[in-house]
């Protein structure tokens, strides 16, 4: 009888220490995938200083990259809430990045009151658009704004203003 005492004390005892150490692997962990985090969002931050949309896109490339090396932790869901959200939202970013930097030029032609060219930029906007397959959920998702009205971008907001241009698409497009 004192020995199973003795061997439950043992395995009681062995038992804490395991506990013990899997707590200080996960707070290991966590503090892994903190910086990872941190890493991350310095170059998400960047997307909003530097100039080139090419820039944008590896910072955002670098981002999702980082954020990925904390899938290799089991808790990397507990210490980056909404992961699966942000992931999306950085992969649609990138998506529509080109897309925004016509629609800026098309503004400063429209600004200057060069219509062809405003068209010509629009038209590459819309060619991304359909080459890429990006749709309106995917600029509702990076929040792409419009400079001008604010509002959200979409397909038809694009093609509504080559319509007005005098455009003709092939396509069949109810207005």
Same mark, same amino acid.
């Given at each position: ?36 985090a941190?890493k991350a ?10 100039k ?26 507990q ?37 062809s ?21 995917? $600029? ?32 069949? $497009?109810?207005?």
């Amino acid at each position: 009888m004192t020995f199973i005492i003795i061997i439950a004390v043992i395995a009681g005892i062995i038992f804490l220490f395991y506990k013990k150490a899997q707590n200080d692997i996960t707070q290991e962990n966590k503090m892994a995938i903190a910086q990872l985090a941190e890493k991350a969002n310095k170059y998400l931050a960047r997307v909003h200083s530097v100039k080139t949309t090419s820039s944008k896109i590896k910072n955002c490339e670098k981002a999702l990259e980082i954020l990925q090396q904390a899938e290799q932790f089991p808790e990397f869901r507990q210490v980056i809430k909404d992961y699966d959200q942000l992931i999306d939202k950085i992969k649609r970013v990138v998506k529509v990045l080109p897309v925004g930097e016509y629609l800026e030029k098309a503004q400063k032609h429209s600004f200057k009151g060069k219509d062809s060219s405003e068209k010509n930029s629009l038209l590459d906007a819309l060619y991304e658009i359909r080459t890429k397959n990006i749709t309106n959920e995917d $600029f509702n998702i990076a929040e792409l704004h419009d400079d001008q009205t604010g509002e959200i971008v979409s397909v038809e907001m694009i093609e509504n203003r080559l319509y007005d241009l005098g455009w003709e698409d092939n396509i069949e $497009f109810t207005r």
